[in-house]
T-cell receptor, first 112, second 114 residues
Framework: QKEVEQNSGPLSVPEGAIASLNCTYS??????FFWYRQYSGKSPELIMS????GDKEDGRFTAQLNKASQYVSLLIRDSQPSDSATYLC????????????FGAGTRLTVKP | NAGVTQTPKFQVLKTGQSMTLQCAQD?????MYWYRQDPGMGLRLIYY???????DKGEVPNGYNVSRLNKREFSLRLESAAPSQTSVYFC?????????????FGPGTRLTVT
């Protein structure tokens, strides 16, 4: 089992819809969780971080964390064609540990 | 404030050649990282430096060496390049003294080894 698993997609949604991206992780002691957006040929760009159970909202983005289920998700409301990218889930055990682990990413396409 | 910068952006090497990838950050972060990204594999950690003067192996260190030159700069060296090292290399930095330990990435170096 991979440490951080994501559906590779592609996930296709129409413009204006809600895109839901999911991630599961295997290390129960993980403390910090991140979503990065990566456009083709570009570097990963941090869009959300979360480390408490529940929801965290930032504009059109909502991160959801459930540590008991070892599950983190990203919701993108009112999806735009400019949201078309690969979304990487990352997990860090925290406590000064440098060992960030990344999922392989989910490719999202938002169709006009 | 440039964030994390990397040089070069592109490089083609022949098998057996050596090169050094350079990385610098101006965010006063203590920790720096080198990753490689291959299709379908996600980002894999090669080496990291938790603070100036320290370096540690990551998930895929074989064939690489690193130097933390000072707080700002962290270089990655390929002593004898192999085709398996064809990849996109990203440098990142973070501040680990307090949560949530976010990492910020440079623009990447696309390396092809023939």
């Amino acid at each position: 089992q991979k440490e951080v698993e994501q559906n590779s997609g592609p996930l296709s949604v129409p413009e204006g819809a809600i895109a839901s991206l999911n991630c599961t992780y295997s290390d129960r002691v993980s403390q910090s969780f991140f979503w990065y957006r990566q456009y083709s040929g570009k570097s990963p760009e941090l869009i959300m971080s979360i480390y408490s159970n529940g929801d965290k909202e930032d504009g059109r983005f909502t991160a959801q964390l459930n540590k008991a289920s070892q599950y983190v998700s990203l919701l993108i409301r009112d999806s735009q064609p400019s949201d078309s990218a690969t979304y990487l889930c990352a997990v860090n055990p925290g406590g000064g540990n440098n060992d960030m682990r990344f999922g392989a990413g989910t490719r999202l396409t938002v169709k006009p | 404030n440039a964030g994390v910068t990397q040089t070069p952006k592109f490089q083609v090497l022949k098998t057996g050649q050596s090169m050094t990838l350079q990385c610098a950050q101006d965010m006063n972060h203590n920790s720096m990282y080198w990753y490689r990204q291959d299709p379908g594999m996600g980002l894999r950690l090669i080496y990291y430096s938790a603070s100036e003067g320290t370096t540690d192996k990551g998930e895929v260190p074989n064939g690489y060496n690193v130097s933390r030159l000072n707080k700002r700069e962290f270089s990655l060296r390929l002593e004898s390049a192999a085709p398996s090292q064809t990849s996109v290399y990203f440098c990142a930095s973070s501040e680990l003294r307090a949560a949530p330990y976010e990492q910020y990435f440079g623009p990447g170096t696309r390396l092809t080894v023939t």
